[in-house]
């Protein structure tokens, strides 16, 4: 039975006693929801509902309620049917918005849903139920509530990929519409449903000069991906393609797109070659996947490769060490095509190895183990009539000649049994096993001018081989499931760039520190890190060691530097947890869902996502300002933050009757400050402001406002227009950033009593590696 005062309320819309469901415990009310659910949906659904000033109040404060009572009962599974019921109810009615820019009552309600339901979406039972309700209003004529969506539909996609990409069609034909924003949702869901999109490839190329730099992105960032399934279907679009490598927020992008191309058809590269190597040459860090169309060119035929081992080997010598590798290993990819191509620039390559790093001396080896095998093999073909000479020590039984002497024995090879290169060995170990049966500790050495002793250097290194430890076994044994498992949850969780045990002054606890990936000319964080005291040490731990091994091309073991400080980590909690050993830790299950959740759940406590984004084209995590460089322009001024305006600041005791009331902001150097009507002036000190969002989706009453938090309050503002709450923000967090920065560096300078700490820190490859 629903409770009485929900009853009264909704029974006789009672306006003057909506206010006091606020008064009501959750607990009480929360096996009702379903039902006033159900009753809001018969009085929204009424004829008069939208003139009806008493009835759309009273049924926006009851969602506020109920939406409320589900998020703090954690009871979105037991109502979502009922959401999503008034949710299709709502699509039936006008949604568009008035001349005076007000939404309809329906989108109002509409919008509280989806943001009640979405802020689940990592629910699979809800998103069952809400994702094929909320796709149909994208088509409706509510342009903002339009938009919401395609945020909403976004976030759904990270953990529901299966379930959006069935409505693949729908969402391409949006945005083929117009609804370019999108085209952020498609990347996520391509691998699942990718035929859509392939059918419709050419008009979505199409729209890249209608779109905005950010929704550019994310369509040459699904090209890629189209790319790597069918590129023959990006070949006639390369002109349009290469516009867009003189941008650095898709040049990169755009590179592997082509080298993915240049793999399946590398003959449509040959004329674009001359203009790749300039573009490398204007962009060295794009150098590898140029060599890898070069590369690719070069396995055509000989003329090609040729052309292209005269460019690499006239790039060893000038390039800088990091790209020696690379080189090397295209080098030998065409080697093992054009083998007798190669041998003439093997005495510049065997130079390389005297002063170079591991990866260059392995590549090396492993070209000379290439170059050797080939020359065998020639010199075994080419054999027509060779002698093998098997010298005898000793005296075996039934031998001819007396103890002491040496027995040769020639045989002539006729050229059927040159035919074949194993046909020799063969031979040669069938006479090598017999000789074993029939003779006694005596030793026979087998001359053979044609093969190398591959046993003698096979047992040399066997020698010298070091002893595989448990970390060593466990990766080499779940090698690729780690680097699957890691590329899958870096979307959702950061990788800290450092981690430190501290003294406490009870116990000793592990500080994380993040770095923005990007490091921009306006980064928020580059001359600081963002830090949080964590209480899950273990899974962060376990965390970044599989994240080191993803990184790695071969099975870390104990020995590693970088698993070594980790295990120095992990012992100095020595006495704070019972979780056993290091090897323990690395080699248990991986961090289920709910440990992801878990800490997910700490980085938003700590409020990480307020500043931080994972930027999907480049797989890196990056503060805003450097995910969003374009809206940089225009906000500093002597490189300090500096904006002013009318704002709109909500004010009142009860928050479902608050009131905005306008004042005049200045936000300036360290202050923001606004003016009261007795010509007085509040001050905020930037230092206080712990972080700024912006307010966008499923709150109606404000959609165009942003919070400020301090440590004991919350603050919300409302600017006249979107592109005005965008510069208010980045503003605020240019500043808030300022103040941090400033204030690290005065910690750094007056407190050399900081409590002790151990700190270890991934090493700097990995924390600009964007796979992390």
């Known amino acids: 039975m629903m409770h009485p005062l929900f009853s009264e309320v909704l029974t006789h819309k009672d306006l003057s006693k909506a206010g006091e469901l606020f008064t009501v415990e959750d607990n009480d009310i929360e096996h009702d929801l379903s039902e006033v659910v159900d009753r809001i949906y018969e009085i929204a659904d ?314 260059v001396r392995i590549l090396v080896q492993s070209m000379k183990d290439d170059q050797q095998k080939y020359l065998t093999e020639k010199e075994m073909i080419s054999v027509s009539s060779q002698t093998v000479t098997v010298i005898t020590v000793g005296n075996p039984p039934n031998a001819i000649h007396p103890s002491g002497t040496v027995s040769v024995k020639t045989t002539v090879l006729s050229p059927n049994t040159a035919d074949s290169d194993l046909s020799l060995p063969k031979s040669i170990r069938t006479s090598e096993r017999e000789s074993e049966r029939t003779s006694s500790p005596a030793s026979t050495l087998v001359s053979e001018r044609l093969s190398i002793n591959s046993n003698l250097t096979t047992a040399y290194l066997n020698q010298n081989e070091p002893v595989h430890d448990g970390v060593q076994h466990f990766c080499e044994k779940h090698f690729t499931t780690i680097q699957n498992y890691v590329e899958k949850i870096s979307a959702r969780i950061p990788l800290p760039s450092k981690c430190s045990v501290v003294n406490g002054k009870h116990r000793r606890y592990v500080k994380l520190h993040f770095q923005c990936a990007s490091q921009l000319d306006h980064c928020l964080y580059g001359k600081s890190q963002f830090s949080l005291d964590t209480f899950q040490p273990k899974i962060w731990l376990h965390l970044m060691f599989l994240s080191i091994q993803a990184q790695s091309s071969s099975a870390l073991s104990q020995r ?83 904006i002013a305006g009318q704002l709109k600041e909500k004010k009142g005791k009860w928050k479902f009757l608050k009131r905005w009331k306008t004042r005049y902001f200045t936000l300036s150097g360290g202050q923001f400050t606004y003016s009261k009507s007795d010509l007085r002036k509040e001050t905020l000190p930037v230092s206080k402001i712990q972080s700024v969002k912006a307010v966008r989706k499923g709150i109606r009453d404000i959609p165009k406002a942003f919070e400020i938090f301090t440590e004991d309050q919350t603050y919300v503002f409302k600017a006249k227009g979107h592109q005005n709450v965008e510069q208010w923000v980045q503003c605020l967090h240019i500043a808030v950033a300022h103040s941090q920065n400033a204030h690290t560096t005065d910690t750094d300078k007056k407190a050399p009593d900081r409590p002790r700490s151990m700190v270890v820190e991934r090493p700097r490859s990995l924390i600009t590696d964007t796979k992390l």
């Open 560 to 642: 590693d530097n970088n698993v070594a400080c980790l295990k120095v980590c992990w012992d100095a909690l020595k006495g704070e947890r019972s979780d056993g050993t290091f090897l323990t830790l690395v080699t248990s299950a991986f961090p289920s869902v709910k440990d992801q959740e878990t800490l997910t759940q700490e980085l938003h406590e700590a409020r990480y996502f307020d500043i931080f984004e994972f930027n999907a084209l480049n797989k890196q995590w990056s503060c805003f300002m450097c995910n969003h460089p374009e809206k940089v322009n225009g906000l500093l001024q002597d490189g300090l933050p500096l």
């Open 46 to 359: 009424q004829k008069g509902y939208e003139d009806s000033d008493n009835d759309q109040s009273v049924v926006e404060i009851c969602i506020t309620r109920v939406t409320t009572a589900i998020r703090e009962t954690q009871s979105i599974e037991e109502h979502a049917r009922a959401l999503v019921k008034l949710l299709e109810m709502c699509h039936r009615h006008t949604l568009t918005t008035s001349p005076r820019d007000e939404d309809p009552p329906h989108a109002k309600i509409a919008s509280d849903i989806m943001s009640c339901l979405f802020l689940h979406y990592n629910k699979t039972a809800v998103m069952k139920l809400a994702i094929p309700a909320v796709v149909h209003y994208l088509d409706c004529d509510n342009k903002e509530l339009a938009c919401n969506v395609s945020s909403y539909l976004s976030l759904a996609a990270i953990d529901n990929a299966d379930l959006l990409a069935k409505h693949m069609p729908l969402l391409v034909t949006s945005v083929l519409k117009g609804n370019y924003l999108l085209s952020k949702v498609l990347p996520q869901i391509f691998t699942q449903n990718p035929d859509p999109v392939i059918r419709h490839i050419d008009c979505l190329v199409g729209t890249l000069d209608k779109c905005e730099v950010i929704e550019q992105v994310s369509l040459i960032q699904l090209f890629s991906l189209v790319a790597k399934h069918q590129p023959e279907v990006l070949d006639k679009h390369y002109n349009k393609l290469c516009e867009f490598l003189s941008s650095g927020l898709t040049a990169s992008t755009v590179i592997t797109i082509f080298v993915d191309m240049a793999k399946q058809n590398p003959s449509a590269f040959v004329d674009r070659l001359d203009d790749l190597k300039k573009f490398m040459d204007n962009q060295p860090p794009l150098t590898y996947s140029v060599i890898q169309i070069i590369g690719a060119v070069g396995t055509l035929n000989e003329t090609e490769a040729d052309r292209s081992l005269k460019y690499f080997s006239s790039m060893l010598a000038s390039s800088e060490d990091s790209a020696i590798p690379m080189i090397l290993q295209d080098m030998r990819a065409i080697g093992l095509t054009h083998p007798e191509l190669l041998t003439p620039y093997m005495e510049e390559v065997n130079k390389l190895s005297e002063n170079a790093s591991s990866a």
